[in-house]
């Protein structure tokens, strides 16, 4: 079955940096693009940025263009988050999706908290 693994978050100072993964299995993952979305408390999930079939292929919201980045291997299967600049506002939950056939697919979501 599909199933979206993340990881890679934790808690970070303002201006700092961390690289979130989401490692995809039970299906054809080069096929398909990805999207990391971020909750924050109290809030509705938003998307952050989205990635095609390549890396030239991506789409960032406005507040996270410039300090993140999307990538893939698909070698390894798995789509990156690359977050460099981090603000408090960037904290939540942030979890990786797929949409199959007529269906969204979601991880279970790693915690990303900033703060001093």
């Known amino acids: 079955q599909v199933q979206l693994v993340e990881s890679g978050g934790g808690l970070v100072q303002p201006g700092g940096s961390l690289s979130l993964s989401c490692r995809a299995s039970g299906f054809s993952f080069s096929r398909y693009g990805m999207t990391w979305y971020r909750q924050a408390p109290g809030k509705e999930r938003d998307m952050v940025a989205a990635i095609g079939l390549s890396d030239d292929l991506a789409y960032y919201e406005d507040f996270v263009k410039g300090r993140f980045t999307i990538s893939r291997d698909d070698d390894k299967n798995t789509v990156y988050l690359r977050m460099n600049s981090l603000k408090p506002e960037d904290t939540g939950v942030y979890y990786c999706?797929?949409?199959?056939?007529?269906?969204?697919?979601w991880g279970q979501g790693t915690q990303v908290t900033v703060s001093s």
């Open positions: 999706m797929t949409h199959l056939g007529d269906a969204d697919y």
